[in-house]
Structure formats: C-alpha cells, structure tokens
C-alpha cells in the first residue's frame, strides 16, 4: 500500500467512475497533474473525454497540468463546476449564528447574509437570491441536489469575498450556498453585498456570482421527471478555473 495514491471524486464523474474515492498504484512519490489526469484516461478510456476536462485539486487549491503533486497530498478530481447553468458533511455553522460564507444543508435564511455586511457608513445593501425553476429548455425540473467539495469551496468563496474587497474597497461581501436537494422555488445560493455606494454593490454582485459559477467546486444534478444529468462539462466550453 506504499505506493497507493488516493483522489477523491465528486459529482458525476464519481458517478461515471462508481468510486468516490480511486486508490492507484503509482510507483513515484511526486508526479504532474496532468500526467495523472493523462494515466486515469488510459485506465477509464470511456470516460477519457470527461477525464480530460476535469481539474486536479492540491491540498484544496486548482492544480495546472503541469503542476507537481506528491502522493501524500490531499487529491482530488474535479469534474467542471455547475456554472449554474448547465454528501459531504454540513459545513457546522448554524442557522442562528451564520458565518460570512457558508455551505449548508438546512434552507437559507436572507436576513442571515445581509446581517453580515450590515455597516453604518454603507448607503447600499444589495441580495442576489438563486432560485431552482421548474422548466429548462423544454424539461421539467422535479428538484436540484448539490454537491460541494466542502473545504474547499469555504476557501473558495472567502477568495471571492477578498477579491471584491481588493477591486471595491470597502465593500463587504456574504456568500452562503445550500447542497443536497433543493426544491422548486427554493433558494440554493444567496449573495449580499453591501457599499458606501450602490454601483459598487451592483459590480460586485455580479463579478461574485460569476467567479462562483467559474471556479467554486459546487456541482447540481437536475432531476427530471424522466432521468437526471449532472450540469457542467455537458456546455461544451472549455472549463479553465486558473484563467484570469
């Protein structure tokens, strides 16, 4: 068992691979992502397309291809994010006491983000609320169920809350996002951000949920009253999480 490396998967390429976790008998200590990403190919060529659009995650960070990565790292295979567009263990914080950024299990609250931002010297408090919607392209949606690669979503979204703060300074920023089934009409992510002024919160609202849907390892599967698909690299775009 020495020479076993251990990633964990998510989503659906856990699904299409049946594993959460794949143990690989690879006999280096250190290797490049995208050699390892180029081996799992080999191994699960039916899958290679997927495979080959999927990032590496090191010690909870995107790892580049060309990135070297030690067996005793913390690995994981990230097939691209939801986007929003196309379960682990609940993050701990409560309802009662909210945290600036959160991933939940319970339903979101609106007061528990705004609260977070509240500041006397801000004129402008704005809350962007993602909804699950019943018809997509012509099905219709029976729920959405979340998965997030937690701990590193959490890191995720304080960097988005930093970059907002670097770009509109004083800007403060609340992200909370909701994983496991999320139901017509429910509330799966909400965004507050607040500001001196109201076109910095307008700006920063959109660059935070646009950087969430590029780059936060949170993944929905769309069940259909006939089947489900788990959204993502379906879109046919490449999925770069490390482009600026």
Not at 11 to 38: P, T, W, Y
Not at 67 to 89: C, F, H, K, M, N
Request: proline share 6%; hydrophobic share 40%; glycine share 6%.
């Amino acid at each position: 068992m020495e020479n076993t490396w251990q990633i964990t998967l998510f989503a659906g390429l856990a699904e299409r691979l049946n594993a959460r976790l794949l143990h690989l008998d690879f006999a280096e200590e250190e290797l490049q992502a995208g050699e390892i990403k180029r081996r799992l190919a080999e191994r699960f060529p039916e899958h290679a397309a997927l495979l080959n659009v999927s990032f590496l995650a090191c010690n909870q960070s995107f790892a580049p291809d060309d990135a070297i990565v030690s067996r005793d790292d913390e690995l994981a295979l990230l097939p691209p994010v939801s986007g929003g567009q196309d379960t682990p263990p609940s993050s701990g914080h409560s309802a009662e006491r909210p945290e600036r950024y959160a991933i939940l299990e319970e339903p979101l609250r609106t007061d528990g983000v705004l609260e977070q931002v509240a500041h006397p010297d801000h004129g402008a408090a704005l809350l962007f609320v993602g909804t699950t919607r019943e018809w997509t392209q012509g099905s219709r949606t029976v729920l959405l169920e979340y998965e997030a690669y937690v701990p590193m979503a959490l890191r995720s979204l304080r960097e988005i809350g930093e970059q907002i703060a670097s770009r509109w300074p004083g800007t403060l920023c609340s992200i909370h996002h909701r994983i496991g089934p999320v139901g017509i009409g429910e509330a799966s992510v909400l965004i507050a951000v607040s500001s001196p002024h109201r076109s910095d919160s307008y700006d920063a609202s959109r660059f935070a949920i646009e950087e969430l849907k590029r780059t936060v390892p949170i993944w929905k599967k769309e069940v259909y009253e006939d089947g489900s698909v788990w959204k993502g690299y379906q879109s046919g775009e490449a999925w770069n999480p490390l482009a600026e």
